[in-house]
């Protein structure tokens, strides 16, 4: 990895930081691997057809994650999904709206999207 982190591929701030595996952008909140950084180049984003988890791992539908990160989920009922929340059956979805790019039923919340940066697969 350089000795600068690269800026944000969502915002292009500058202000990008290190969190454990992920590089983390302050302004957007935009959460990605230095690992996909690297192979994608900061002009062009992240390939479509390859969706990784928070520590770079490739997903596939039918597999099962786990959450890394406390979700805040925001209309209907709203609440929190917990870390360490298991989701089993996902479906990826490349062109999901807002960067949620997998499909999931959450024990206790039923269908929804998440982003798999929020995400670990299950071995």
Request: charged share 20%; aromatic share 4%; glycine share 16%.
């Amino acid at each position: 990895m350089p000795d600068s982190l690269p800026p944000c591929p969502e915002c292009s701030e500058a202000y990008t930081y290190e969190q454990g595996a992920l590089l983390v952008c302050p302004m957007c909140g935009h959460e990605w691997s230095a690992e996909q950084q690297d192979e994608a180049g900061a002009s062009e984003g992240f390939d479509d057809a390859i969706i990784r988890d928070a520590v770079g791992n490739v997903l596939s539908d039918g597999d099962a994650v786990t959450l890394v990160k406390t979700v805040k989920v925001s209309g209907g009922g709203g609440g929190t999904i917990k870390v360490g929340t298991k989701v089993s059956g996902i479906r990826l979805n490349a062109g999901g709206a807002g960067g949620h790019d997998i499909d999931a039923r959450v024990p206790g919340f039923g269908n929804m999207q998440l982003k798999s940066s929020v995400v670990k697969r299950v071995n």
